[in-house]
């Protein structure tokens, strides 16, 4: 990928809408690196990455949206602008065809300039040419967002050899420990967050956006359907995935916060120009919610939704130790998802991301999903030598933060002040640090 290039996909990409969630495009902006305590230097990094920007994961919003246009249309219940939506849509669907769940080009972009950084940044990391470990889950986008990191990285670290993996689907419990909970399953499914956001969402301002949007393309007849429960929308795997106002423009939300990704993909879409900003906001706080609830730190009374990253971080801590005490790896770099990203930032207590609350409207000042886990989102540590023993910072995004224990040379830790905090916590769990991959997976069917 040539400079050009980058630069104009980048360009393409500009969206100024501040309301695109967990879907927004890498916000990179250059940070300041503290320098290290004297005598220390950067030796190894532990890396856990969302994969870039993406087309749509699959066939849903824009499948049932179209169906129900279609609806409309041959019951002459549609409008011109719905006309004009349907056709949108009909491209859109086109264009994706062969592309669900891939990455775009920016998110290739967005993961070859943060691999290219890592290592300009952290030259010293890889100056010896120790070998380099890499992994992904079974999803192709992930596979290609670790190549894309490294052929980024190899740019200035051109000297180390870089081992890739894939975990197997349905053997995997650090990346992708969500596929085997099944306390968390439930939740996700029929949690009581469900009817607090349920609520939030036919609260007056809510009806009130959903009949502004959706009357633009369909008759108040035909909404008054839709708003009855005629309509029972089903997605390729046979679940309803649209069936109410709510769903049909939250739906259509969903397709305008995935534009900015597929602006160089072919189509110019503007799902944009159906929302004022008003509902706009109205349709990101929703979503905000529901990623809180169901991926987040969600209620005061439950830890299901983060509890079942212990599994990964106790393989954080382990492989790190193992690499530090051998001295054979300059990093350990592994590439997942927002459902692995986002309880991980809770678990690790980050600030802005780990507080939960009962009120659905208080969610917005305790935590934003754009902040939390961006296409391209990033935890690291970086682990310092002074030749005796270890220090280590934490990066959110590529920005230094803070772990919630106490240090007199922040943002650098001592390893092992921050081991016996997450070890305690991972331990309290059930997860000890000698516990083989199958003891994780068997784990996490029992007890998460």
Known sequence: MDEDSDISVSKKASDDSKYLGTKSPYPYKENHISAA??????????????????????????????????????E??????????????????????????????????????????????????????????????????????RDEFFAGLKKNAAGNQITTASYPEDQDPYLRPFDFAPDYKEYEENGAWKKKVEKYAQKKDGKINSKRVLTQFFSEEFYDRLDKGEFQIKDLKGKVALSNPTDAATNLYNLYTLTPSLASEGGNFNFKKYFTLK????????????????????????????DFMAPLVKYMITSSD???KNENYAGIFSFAHAETIIPLTAFLEIDGCCKSTDEPKKVAD?????????MSANIQWIFYSNGEDYLVKMLHNEKEIAFPIKTDTYPYY?????????????????ISLDSTMEENINSLNKDF
């Open 279 to 306: 509902e706009l906001k109205w349709y990101a706080d929703l979503t905000n919610i529901e990623d809180f609830y169901s991926k987040g730190p969600s209620l005061e009374d439950t830890d299901v939704t983060v």
């Open 322 to 324: 193992d690499a530090l």
């Open 76 to 145: 002459n219940q549609i409008t011109e602008t719905g006309k004009e939506l349907k056709d949108q849509i009909g491209k859109l669907i086109e264009l994706e065809k062969e592309n669900y769940g891939q990455l775009t080009k920016l998110g290739r972009e967005n993961l070859n300039k943060i691999g290219e950084r890592t290592a300009a940044n952290y030259k010293e990391v890889f100056a010896d040419g120790k070998p380099i470990l890499g992994y992904s889950t079974y999803k192709q986008r992930t596979q290609d967002s």
């Open 37 to 74: 305590p004297e005598d220390y230097k950067p030796v190894f990094m532990q890396y856990i990455g969302r994969h870039g920007s993406r087309h749509q994961t699959k066939a849903k919003y824009d499948i049932t949206l179209f169906e129900l246009l279609s609806i409309a249309e041959k």
């Open 366 to 374: 305790k935590w934003k999903g754009a902040e939390v886990s961006p």
């Open 414 to 430: 001592k390893w092992e002040d921050v081991k016996k905090y997450y070890t305690k916590k991972v331990e309290k769990l059930g």
